[in-house]
Structures are given as C-alpha cells and as structure tokens.
C-alpha cells in the first residue's frame, strides 16, 4: 500500500493525539519533535550538510591583515576551509581577491559573483591552489578553490573536492 501526504497526515495527526492522551508527552512537544524532524527532513534533501567544526583568527604573514579561518565537515566526512576577511572598504577586499589569483597555480575561471536572486555582487574566481602543511618537512599540493567578494568581505574556499567547494559556496551566498 502507497501512502499519500494525506495519508500520512492522517497517520501523523493519530499518532499525535494518541501520544497526547499518554502522561508521557505533550502536544507541544510533539510539535517541537514534529518541526525538528521536518527541518531535518530538508536539509537532508540539500547533500551535503556542513556541519561547523572548528574556527579561529588568523593573520596575514606579509602585511598584518587578518582573517576568520572555519573548518567546516560534510555529512561524507570531506572537509572545506574557508578563509573570511571583512575590510574597511570594496577595495580592501578586491585587493585581497587579486591577491590569491597571484598566487593561484592557475586560474580556471574568472567572472562575477551573483548572489540567489541573480544580481551582481562582487568578484568571483575559480582556482587551483597550492596549499602546504605544517609537517615537519613541509609538505605542498594543489587543490581547487573559490574566491569571491561581496562589498568589504572576502572569501576563499578550499578543499580536495570542488563538488563540495560549490555546495558550501551555495550555503554562504546570500
């Protein structure tokens, strides 16, 4: 037997009453419950969910400027830094953007940034990046990464998965 949403409702609507009857539980918080898994429910149709994992302030070794740098880990396990740097003015932030395609192995696209609604909003670049760790002898390698600018902020997005790069970039554009 298929269940329809109306069936489903049915069902829900049951299940709720019936529970609201017991001393174990309250329609309030059967709603909670119900919105929390809905919510849920949602954002499991967006693949993949970033999940916030670690954040701290870094600064520039060549001229004193400094960023917020945030790990953030999909629901896969894979990991997208992001590097956010907030200036006094556009130019603070396009100077920066500009910057990293300098340093860029390559870049592999250039053009505007546009924010959900379609409209212009800054600089945007796609890249491959030399990174190197902090291991004792350092280690280096190139991995895909997005710039952009919005106003005064910059941003860049690094990770060895573009697809991840693009789905993070997607959740940060306003």
């Known amino acids: 037997m298929t269940q329809t949403p109306a069936s489903t409702f049915a069902c829900l609507f049951l299940a709720i009453g019936t529970l609201a009857r017991s001393n174990y539980v309250s329609v309030i918080q059967i709603a909670e419950n119900v919105d929390s898994v809905s919510q849920q429910n949602s954002q499991s149709r ?3 969910l970033f ?3 670690a954040g701290a302030d870094v600064t520039d070794n060549d001229d004193g400027t400094r960023f917020s740098m ?3 880990r999909a629901r896969d396990g894979v990991m997208v830094t992001e590097l956010h740097g907030r200036f006094e003015t556009t130019a603070g932030a396009e100077y920066y953007f500009d910057k990293h395609l300098l340093k860029a192995v390559s870049v592999e696209h250039r053009g505007i940034k546009m ?4 409209t212009a909003i800054g600089k945007r670049a ?10 004792d002898p350092p280690e280096s390698r190139d991995v895909p990464a997005i710039l952009w600018t919005t106003g005064i902020d910059f941003y860049e997005l690094t990770s060895d998965s573009l697809p991840h790069i693009l789905s993070l970039e997607k959740e940060l554009t306003p």
């Not at 924010?115 to 379609?118: A, D, E, L, Q, Y």
């Open 51 to 53: 999940e916030k994992v």
């Open 115 to 118: 924010n959900r609604k379609g």
């Open 46 to 48: 967006r693949k993949p």
């Open 126 to 135: 796609q890249i491959i990046s030399q990174v190197v760790s902090q291991v």
């Open 70 to 72: 945030n790990s953030y």
